[in-house]
Structures are given as C-alpha cells and as structure tokens.
C-alpha cells in the first residue's frame, strides 16, 4: 500500500513551461515532504523540502505548494529547462522519532522538450 | 568531500543465491539506509543503521538484513534470492539526527535470473 501517491507518472513540457507535479497522503501523522530529483545512473537528491506549518516553500524555479487540509502536496517547475529532464520523487516522513523512514511516492519522469 | 560509494555497481545472480551489497557513507556520516527502487513502486525503505544498530525498519521479509560497521560501512544481505528482487538497491547516509537530507549513492543494479 502506497503511503504517498505522486502523478502524473510521466509529463512532458516545453522549454519555458510549467512543470507541475502532485502528491497526496492519507497518514495525518506525516510533517515533513522533501522533494528528490533523479537523473539516470545516479542516486536522488534533495530539492526542496518543507514542513506543514507553511503553505508555499519556494527555491529558485522550484515551489512546493502544500495544501493541509486537501492532504495534498505539489512541486511546480517554473521556466522549465531540458536540464530539469529528470525523474522527480515526493517522500514524506513522520516525526523525529521516526528517525530517516522516508516514504517515496511512485515518481514522474519529467521530459523538457527544447 | 567523497559522495556516498556502493559496491558492486552491477549484479547478476539466479533464485535461490545469496547476495551481499556494501556502502560507505560520507565521510563524518553515521547514519546508513537503505532502500529499494522498482520501476511503478519508487524506493521503499529497507532499514535504517545508527551507531552499528538498526534503529528502523520497513516492510520486507526477513530474507533482507543488514549490518553496520564501526566506521559506519554498512552491507546489506539478501538470502534466497527470489526474481522480484531484481531492482536497484540504494543506500543513503545523513548525520545521525532525524528528518535529515539523504544523500544517496549511484546503487548496485541487482538482476535475479
């Protein structure tokens, strides 16, 4: 059972476009949503992440926009450039007791076309 | 510094074997998880090392372990290899605290024939 599910599971936009990605949760006890990117032969990496306690988290041309109550949560690429091509994962973890126990969604491959 | 290293890159194995898969975090990192990544599931999390203890763990079946070293090395075993274990094995390390950044190494390619 999926803890955290991401769609689309694949996009395709135009350079300059908008990348939008969304994740949603059930678990109410989650309170911390970091964003990975992924690029072929490589591990992911941390984007952005943010916290429950704020609405919208923006880094650059990357925003998480969280919505607490929808229980839902999206990574929205702005001017979005063939090297963003990558495959996106939101996670979400609960609580510091929880330690590093991340749940991954199902991941988007995000294709900029030039 | 040096990234988080895992070895092999590559594995070909058929059911029934055994199989060991090793990383080593980042230098002044203590603590080591593991996950694994199938195309459709994402990554799913294995288990998490801290100071030579699991200190968390998912949902697999006992079939998966693993250890930590002293210098924070970890390996994780998979016995009695079945075809559905055919993924890509990744290992992270952070710190030691919670809800840190992970940083994750390039994983081992694991084929079960």
């Known amino acids: 059972q999926q803890q955290v599910k991401q769609s689309p599971q694949s996009l395709i936009v135009q350079k300059g476009g908008i990348s939008i990605i969304n994740c949603a949760y059930e678990n109410t006890a989650f309170d911390y949503f970091p964003w990975y990117q992924q690029f072929p032969g490589k591990g992911p990496a941390l984007l952005i992440a943010i916290r429950p306690d704020v609405s919208e988290k923006k880094e650059g041309r990357f925003t998480i926009s969280f919505n607490k109550s929808a229980k839902q949560f999206s990574l929205h690429i702005m001017d979005s450039q063939p090297g963003d091509s990558a495959t996106y994962f939101c996670a979400a973890s609960m609580g510091t007791y929880n330690f590093n126990k991340f749940y991954f969604g199902s991941g988007t491959k995000l294709n900029v076309k030039p | 510094k040096a990234g988080v290293t895992q070895t092999p890159r590559y594995l070909i194995k058929t059911r029934g074997q055994q199989v060991t898969l090793s990383c080593s975090p980042i230098s002044g990192h203590r603590s080591v998880s593991w996950y694994q990544q199938t195309p459709g599931q994402g990554l799913q999390f294995l288990f998490e090392y801290f100071s030579e203890t699991q200190r968390n763990k998912g949902n697999f079946p006992g079939r998966f372990s693993g250890r930590q070293f002293s210098n924070s090395r970890s390996e994780m075993n998979v016995s009695t290899l079945e075809l559905g274990d055919s993924a890509l094995y990744l290992c992270?390390?952070?710190?030691?605290?919670?809800?840190?950044?992970?940083?994750f190494g390039p994983g081992t390619r694991l084929l079960v024939l």
């Open positions: 992270a390390s952070s710190q030691g605290g919670s809800q840190e950044t992970q940083y």
